[in-house]
């Protein structure tokens, strides 16, 4: 051990006598004391050791080791900030957990498949040019035109290749003719004419707006077989920049044949085949023969 000099040791009990009474003469001041009645733990030097040795010991208190508690010390200004800065509110927290929600939806809305599929861009499109949406409406409800929304239009042409032929050639073409399912309609009978569209349109786009009409407007069932492929069809027609052949005679007969004669006038049916897949006829292949 490292001898204390004699007179350090005096002013250090002197110093504990005024500060403690006899706490401090029991204790005496030294680490030696506690080292020695703790006894577990050896003791290498003076002053250190008894901090470790002490919890197995008897309580022993060091009065003037005691520091002062220490003055809080002065907030840092960053923390000062950080505690006055403004929180998001409570009622704002629903807004700010849906957020990512909204992203996402919002996501999607950029990528409807409107923007994607030139099938359905270019028969929109041309259901609008070619001006049928100005007497048939927006959205097929009819003005001037029979209403083509809600099923009607396909209720009066079971079948796409009699649609085809009926707008191809207009109603002036038959007029006072019955035509459409079940004897529906009367060609002229609402006292307007359906203009014939051949010599405008590509047979492409025939095919196009036809599809609109009856799919988009009327919500044809394009599960039903071969209605998948006829748009694959038009898709691949619409990607190789379409058929740029426009509707004429020829392709009017070709129509006739392929239509019902109990739904056009005219029609001949030649083309009907027990197999729907052998038809050169537009639309879903597997169409019934009505
Ligand atoms: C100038 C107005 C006008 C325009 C443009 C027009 N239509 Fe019509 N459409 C009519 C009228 C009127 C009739 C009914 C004529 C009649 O009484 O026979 C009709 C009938 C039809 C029918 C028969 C519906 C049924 O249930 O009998 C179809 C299908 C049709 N139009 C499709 C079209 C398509 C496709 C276009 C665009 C390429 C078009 N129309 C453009 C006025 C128009």
């Known amino acids: 051990m490292t001898e204390i000099p004699e007179h350090l040791l005096k002013r250090s009990k002197a110093a504990?006598?005024?500060?403690?009474?006899?706490?401090?003469?029991?204790?005496?001041?030294?680490?030696?004391?506690?080292?020695?009645?703790?006894?577990?733990?050896?003791?290498?030097?003076?002053?250190?050791?008894?901090?470790?040795?002490?919890?197995?010991g008897p309580v022993v208190t060091?009065?003037?080791?005691?520091?002062?508690?220490?003055p809080p010390k002065p907030e840092p200004a960053f923390v000062t900030a950080a505690k006055s800065r403004r929180r998001i509110p409570v009622w704002a927290l629903p807004v700010?957990?849906?957020?990512p929600i909204w992203a996402m939806s919002f996501a999607g809305t950029m990528q409807q498949p409107e923007t994607e599929d030139p099938v359905l861009v270019e028969s929109a499109a041309i259901y609008s040019e070619a001006g049928?949406?100005?007497?048939?409406?927006?959205?097929?409800?009819?003005?001037?035109?029979?209403?083509?929304?809600?099923?009607?239009?396909?209720?009066?042409?079971p079948r796409v290749a009699d649609q085809m032929l009926h707008v191809a050639r207009g109603s002036a073409a038959i007029d006072g003719q019955t035509y459409g399912a079940d004897g529906r309609r009367v060609a002229g009978a609402s006292g307007a004419q359906m203009p014939a569209q051949a010599g405008s349109l590509t047979v492409h786009e025939l095919?196009?707006?036809?599809?609109?009409?009856?799919a988009t407007l009327s919500g044809e069932d394009q599960d039903?077989?071969?209605?998948?492929?006829?748009?694959?069809?038009?898709?691949?027609?619409?990607?190789?920049?379409?058929?740029?052949?426009?509707v004429n005679d020829d392709y009017i007969a070709f129509l006739q044949e392929c239509a019902d004669p109990a739904v056009s006038p005219d029609a001949t049916g030649a083309m009907a085949s027990p197999d729907p897949e052998a038809e050169p006829c537009p639309g879903p292949k597997a169409e019934s023969g009505g």
């Open 132 to 157: 049928c949406a100005g007497c048939h409406g927006g959205n097929g409800g009819g003005g001037s035109g029979y209403q083509l929304s809600e099923g009607s239009v396909i209720t009066t042409f």
């Open 207 to 214: 095919e196009l707006v036809i599809y609109h009409e009856r």
């Open 96 to 99: 700010v957990a849906a957020l």
């Open 224 to 246: 039903q077989p071969g209605y998948q492929e006829w748009i694959e069809h038009m898709r691949a027609d619409a990607e190789s920049g379409g058929g740029e052949e426009i």
């Open 62 to 70: 060091f009065p003037n080791l005691d520091s002062e508690p220490e």
């Open 16 to 56: 504990k006598g005024q500060s403690s009474g006899d706490a401090g003469s029991e204790s005496s001041g030294s680490a030696t004391p506690a080292a020695s009645e703790g006894s577990a733990a050896p003791v290498a030097a003076g002053g250190s050791a008894p901090a470790a040795a002490a919890p197995q």
